[in-house]
């Protein structure tokens, strides 16, 4: 197109048109495309970017329906565009940290469903937009500004969202009778210093942590107004690949590995009831990089906590329970898939024979799982998909709960999709439930 295309008519009326870069162009809809298949040919993003520099000029009306159909093939949830940063400098509410993080935390459903609620009492408030960025940063913010909705409301969504999305699970065991987590006041004073109390802004929400960051510190309560624990949360950033594939013109196929800042979210939670501390890091970075994420949590807790006198809670009896009942119908979990790891290191996967069948319902792979479970020392890494209150245990659906359990240790557990808060505190509940069954 650079040499062979007509070159713009450059005595129309230019007010009329909007000027982008091919590059421009192929950024929007590449970031759109699926990630991590593999293509032909391998190309740094200044590479492309030098090849998609020709300047073309486009009718506004045609970019806009551009900008439009990539907006609709967007997921749910996050930020559609790389979009002019149009916000407010007057900020007395802090909102432009918090909306920022809105679409990458909660789906446009979400966020229309509380425009919604509030429309009843302020028919004011607007809840559609042409686009999920309009949504937020037009009618959320007007609806909060306004007092519609309360900041309060916008924050907790916020929370709920980020604590739970796709993580890893590290629990360790605090002794029975050991106080030392309940004094809130003394891990405040020791993390934040003379800002603790009521000087340390939380809860903070960052958009993008150029360095580790503590955001929030707060106390649980039951409904009767008891302790019942914490969260303790923090924000990093880390080195994540963006890849992108294309195809040109021709056949031509480009696969651009870009690797991008990404904003981590830690959190840490201690619950007395369990006798567990919780340990939470981020989801997608293999082994070493979770493990990795792991040392950098506890070494920035160790200046409030003793995490070095808490063991990694051994959930093997977990696991093996777990496997040894899998056909009880009264169990709350069914097994999808189980690797058995030998004295001498020799794996051997099982996964459902179909979509539709489980391992507890499969002969074949339940004798294999016996045999195996007679081997010296065996361990099993388990997934299990946990059936909620309600649910159908036969519901194969992709939604449902599935937790891989000792990949990364035997105190890990991992939610490879975004839950809730409340999916969270039942796993956790249901795993020490079990731990008492098998002691």
């Known amino acids: 197109m650079a040499s062979g295309g007509k070159k713009p008519d450059t005595k129309r009326n230019d007010s009329n048109f909007s000027r982008l870069t091919l590059g421009d162009i192929v950024d929007m809809i590449a970031a759109q ?19 998609m520099s020709q300047e073309i000029l486009l009718p506004k009306a045609a970019v806009n329906s551009l900008l439009d159909a990539v907006t609709s093939a967007f997921p749910p949830g996050e930020e559609p565009l790389p979009i002019a940063d149009h916000r407010p400098k007057d900020d007395p509410l802090k909102l432009n940290e918090i909306l920022a993080l809105v679409p990458k935390q909660i789906n446009q459903q979400q966020v229309q469903d509380v425009l919604r609620a509030a429309q009843k009492d302020h028919p004011d408030v607007r809840i559609s937009a042409p686009t999920y960025h309009e949504v937020v940063e037009t009618n959320l913010r007007r609806a909060v500004t306004s007092g519609a909705i309360p900041k ?62 503590w955001a929030d510190f707060r106390e649980l309560k039951t409904a009767k107004g008891k302790f019942n624990g914490w969260i303790l949360k923090a924000y990093d950033t880390g080195v994540k690949n963006e ?28 619950r007395p009831s369990r006798g567990l501390l919780q340990i939470h890091v981020p989801f997608g970075f293999g082994k070493i990089g979770t493990l990795a994420h792991l040392q950098t949590f506890t070494s920035a807790l160790k200046q409030a906590m003793p995490i070095d006198e808490f063991p990694a809670w051994n959930m093997e009896p977990v696991r093996r329970r777990i496997r040894n009942h899998r056909k009880d119908k009264k169990a709350n979990y069914v097994i999808t898939q189980s690797t058995m790891l030998d004295a001498h290191g020799n794996r051997t996967r099982l996964t ?30 388990i997934t299990a998909r946990w059936v909620m209150p309600g649910e159908d245990e036969n519901d194969t659906s992709d939604d ?21 808060p409340e999916i969270i505190e039942y796993v956790a509940d249901q795993l020490v439930e079990l731990a008492k069954a098998a002691s």
Request: net charge negative; glycine share 6%.
């Open 352 to 381: 459902s024979a179909s979509v539709s069948e489980s391992l507890t319902n499969s002969d074949e792979a339940n004798n294999k799982l016996d045999i195996a479970a007679k081997a010296d020392e065996a361990q099993p890494e």
């Open 152 to 213: 309060e409301e916008v924050v907790a969504l916020v929370q709920k969202a980020e604590e739970s999305d796709k993580q890893h699970l590290f629990l360790f065991e605090v002794p029975s009778g050991d106080k030392r987590l309940d004094d809130v006041n003394k891990i405040g004073r020791n993390l934040f210093g003379g800002e603790w109390p009521d000087r340390t802004g939380f809860p903070k929400f960052i958009s993008s942590a150029p360095s580790f960051s």
């Open 400 to 420: 449902t709960v599935r937790t891989p359990m000792g990949s990364f240790g035997t105190n890990e557990i991992a939610f490879s999709a975004r839950v809730t």
């Open 33 to 51: 495309l699926p990630k991590g298949v593999r293509a032909g040919e391998v190309t740094t993003p200044a590479q492309f970017r030098a090849f």
């Open 243 to 270: 890849v992108q594939n294309l195809e040109m013109p021709g056949g031509r196929k480009i696969r651009i590995e870009d690797p991008r800042p990404q904003r981590l979210v830690f959190v840490a939670q201690w």
